[in-house]
């Protein structure tokens, strides 16, 4: 008798997986809650692949449909570069005047400027206006020239830089020191008027 119910009891705990799965799906076929729950989520999975198929479609109508439109070339192509002024002259004025301190680089350590083509550009000038310029009084003083481009410094600084005169006031009065040792007294004594065409010429 005691062999008997050891051999039921191990059929009862012995039952394999498939059993148990067949048991499982059996029940829950039998089981309304669990058959609605299934047939919910596959229907939640059709509409997502329908959603899906759809924007798929619209993406690829949309493509389809911009590559069809015409382009403007005149705004998807970029603008043309400015061209250079032909005239040297139009070149020149486009150009930055420098500042007063290279004014004050051109001066040699006696307090002289040199007519160069440095100081015309400053002046807005050829080298060869600033010859032609020179003033008469000046055709028989030693070293004119230089008599002149001093001149012409001095404009510069006291006209286009009054604004930082304490940056040059010592320059000029170096320059100035110069002149009156340059000139001859007669025409030293014209200095002013040689100061107004100074500031003619740059101006």
Known sequence: ALSAAGAWFSGLFSSSPAQE????????AGDPHISCQSERSSSLAAESDEDLD???DEIVEQSITERSL?????????????SMPSNPAALSASTPKLDHLAVISLQQANGAWQLSSQLADM???SLEDLRSSLPLSLSTVPDAQSVWATLL??????????????????????????????LPPAVYQGIGDLRKNA???IR
Request: proline share 8%; hydrophobic share 40%.
């Open 153 to 182: 410094a001095i404009a510069l600084l006291e006209n286009c830089f009054s604004h930082v005169k304490d940056e040059w006031e010592l320059v000029v009065d170096k320059a100035m020191s110069w002149l009156k040792l340059a």
């Open 21 to 28: 799965a067949s048991t499982m799906s059996t029940s829950s």
């Open 54 to 56: 759809d924007c798929l």
């Open 70 to 82: 015409p382009q403007c070339s005149a705004a998807s192509s970029p603008p043309p570069p400015k």
């Open 123 to 125: 002046c807005g000038r």
């Open 199 to 201: 500031v003619a010429v």
